[in-house]
Nanobody, 124 residues
Framework: QVQLVESGGGLVQTGGSLTLSCASSSRTFTKYAMGWFRQAPGKQRDWVAS???????YYADSVKGRFTISRNNSKNTVYLQMDSLEPEDTAVYYCAAEYTLLTPSQVAAAYNYWGQGTQVTVSS
């Protein structure tokens, strides 16, 4: 069983920045693609960004150019740097791990493990 622990959420004004972190307990972290999803109240969980085990990154159109996903394999941690935040980015953000060496999925059901979520609120 892999545990994912997120941190870094909070309240920020429009145009501000936040960095989310997600620490994995896996001893085989490099065999997982890592993703970030978000869920606003009353809405479905949406894919935000993913990073393959090899370091290739993928972004949803809504965050491309504003968010950056990265990973530090020596620390078993994945990050989501969020810049130019907008009220529409307000949601609970979840990190997830998919056991694959291939292109990571954009579908939540493909991911094997999930964090508990961290709230991001962007005020206007």
């Amino acid at each position: 069983q892999v545990q994912l622990v997120e941190s870094g959420g909070g309240l920020v004004q429009t145009g501000g920045s936040l960095t989310l972190s997600c620490a994995s307990s896996s001893r085989t972290f490099t065999k997982y693609a890592m993703g970030w999803f978000r869920q606003a109240p009353g809405k479905q969980r949406d894919w935000v960004a993913s990073m393959s085990s090899g370091g290739t990154t993928y972004y949803a159109d809504s965050v491309k150019g504003r968010f950056t996903i990265s990973r530090n394999n020596s620390k078993n941690t994945v990050y989501l740097q969020m810049d130019s935040l907008e009220p529409e980015d307000t949601a609970v953000y979840y990190c997830a791990a998919e056991y694959t060496l291939l292109t990571p999925s954009q579908v939540a059901a493909a991911y094997n493990y999930w964090g508990q979520g961290t709230q991001v609120t962007v005020s206007s």
